[in-house]
């Protein structure tokens, strides 16, 4: 195999086993809500999306409009627009591989990629390319492994959306780890927790994405400090996979 | 039963949805203009509040003041936090976590 690709395959490594888990969770949960594997491979080939697709089982089972669908996905997913934001000078010359790259950004494939750097004698666009491929393929085996199992097999899936939960508390925790800035994420508590109380569980998030930007905004001499302001994730994760290279 | 044209239009607007997201900061900022610093400023700061309001999110459901007093969350979420600050594991922390979440919403709690 050659080296930007062996480098890309070890450095998916870690997202492979989050990907098989959460991926089967969301494939159990569509087939009992019956949506088998071919739907699942559908959704997880072209969504791509974890939470999101977790919630589409919702709006799926709940036969939500298309306008709610919509307005849904955009909330749970507007964060991506800020991924991008981040990534559009280290992508400017992918040429071929920028529009895969970018479909596939996903919260981990980001995480890998966001400091901009590939292995010594590698070319970034390329590297960013197999890892994201690396990572769709896991969560598309995950997803429809979940499937299959879940319609074979009949058993109590209740709780099994806390695979969720649970991918999103692991994050939290890693950047929080990786970083000594906490402030952003604080008020991103607060915010939210606020919002949830003042407008209830199914329509808090508008109003918490729209206080938590107001707040950051607003207050951005106080989370701000220059040089010290770095993308935890990428930190923590790259610091993740140097301890697993080494360890190897 | 599953309503085919309706499920159909529903995963495509969810996947249209996403992918527009993802590609549009790449049309509107990706020519030759630079990005406004409120927006990268926003790059960096904004990732960590959203994925705490995603944690909220995933607790929206919880019932703290009766039973069963979002303990399973409770317990599943910190053992996650835990699993996961130790070993750095992502199977591990979200395998384990929803396990347990599992066993302690139809076992224990039950």
Redesign the interface.
């Known amino acids: 195999m050659e080296k930007t690709i062996r480098t890309a395959f070890v450095k998916s490594l870690?997202?492979m086993?989050?990907y098989?888990?959460?991926g089967f969770?969301f494939g159990v949960l569509a087939a009992q809500a019956?949506?088998g594997p071919l739907?699942v491979l559908?959704?997880s080939v072209?969504?791509?999306?974890g939470?999101?697709?977790y919630l589409?089982v919702d709006?799926?089972a709940n036969?939500?409009t298309?306008v709610a669908?919509?307005v849904a996905?955009?909330m749970v997913?507007?964060?991506?627009?800020?991924?991008?934001?981040?990534m559009?000078?280290k992508?400017?010359n992918a040429g071929k591989y920028?529009p895969y790259i970018?479909?596939g950004?996903t919260?981990e494939t980001y995480s890998l990629t966001c400091d901009g750097k590939s292995p010594e004698g590698t070319d970034f666009p390329r590297f960013a390319f197999w890892l994201t491929l690396f990572d769709h393929l896991y969560w598309i085996a995950g997803c429809v492994l979940g499937a299959v199992v879940g319609t074979l097999v009949e058993f109590?899936?209740?709780?099994?959306d806390?695979?969720?939960?649970?991918?999103?508390?692991?994050?939290?925790?890693?950047?929080?780890?990786g970083?000594r800035r906490?402030r952003?994420?604080?008020?991103?508590?607060a915010?939210?927790?606020l919002a949830?109380l003042a407008f209830g569980?199914d329509s808090?998030?508008i109003p918490?994405?729209l206080g938590?930007?107001v707040v950051?905004?607003g207050g951005?001499r106080f989370?701000?400090t220059k040089n010290e302001?770095?993308?935890?994730?990428a930190q923590a994760v790259a610091n993740?996979a140097a301890e697993k290279e080494g360890g190897r | 039963?599953?309503?085919f044209s309706?499920?159909v239009?529903?995963?495509?607007?969810?996947?249209a949805?996403?992918?527009g997201?993802?590609?549009?900061?790449?049309f509107v900022?990706?020519g030759k203009r630079k990005?406004p610093e409120?927006?990268?400023?926003?790059?960096?700061?904004?990732?960590?509040?959203?994925?705490?309001?995603?944690?909220?999110?995933?607790?929206?459901?919880a019932t703290p003041t009766r039973y069963p007093f979002a303990l399973?969350?409770l317990i599943?979420?910190v053992a996650?936090?835990i699993l996961?600050?130790w070993k750095?594991?992502?199977?591990?922390?979200?395998?384990g976590?929803?396990l347990l979440?599992?066993a302690?919403?139809?076992r224990v709690f039950a």
């Open positions: 870690p997202v086993a989050g098989l888990a959460l969770g019956g949506y739907w559908a959704m072209t969504i791509y999306a939470a999101m697709q589409a709006l799926l036969h939500a298309l669908t919509a996905t955009f997913n507007a964060r991506h627009i800020f991924y991008g934001v981040t559009i000078d992508y400017r920028k970018v479909f950004m919260d109590d899936s209740r709780g099994v806390f695979a969720m939960t649970a991918l999103f508390v692991a994050v939290f925790v890693e950047q929080w780890k970083t906490h952003p994420a604080l008020v991103g508590v915010v939210s927790v949830l569980p808090f998030l918490a994405t938590i930007c950051l905004i951005r989370f701000e302001m770095e993308t935890p994730t993740d | 039963m599953i309503d309706h499920s239009a529903i995963v495509a607007v969810v996947a949805v996403t992918a997201l993802r590609f549009f900061p790449f900022f990706g990005t409120v927006v990268s400023y926003l790059g960096v700061a904004l990732p960590p509040a959203i994925i705490a309001m995603l944690v909220v999110y995933c607790f929206r459901h399973p969350e599943a979420g996650v936090a996961h600050a750095k594991n992502m199977l591990l922390s979200a395998g976590g929803t979440y599992m302690l919403l139809q």
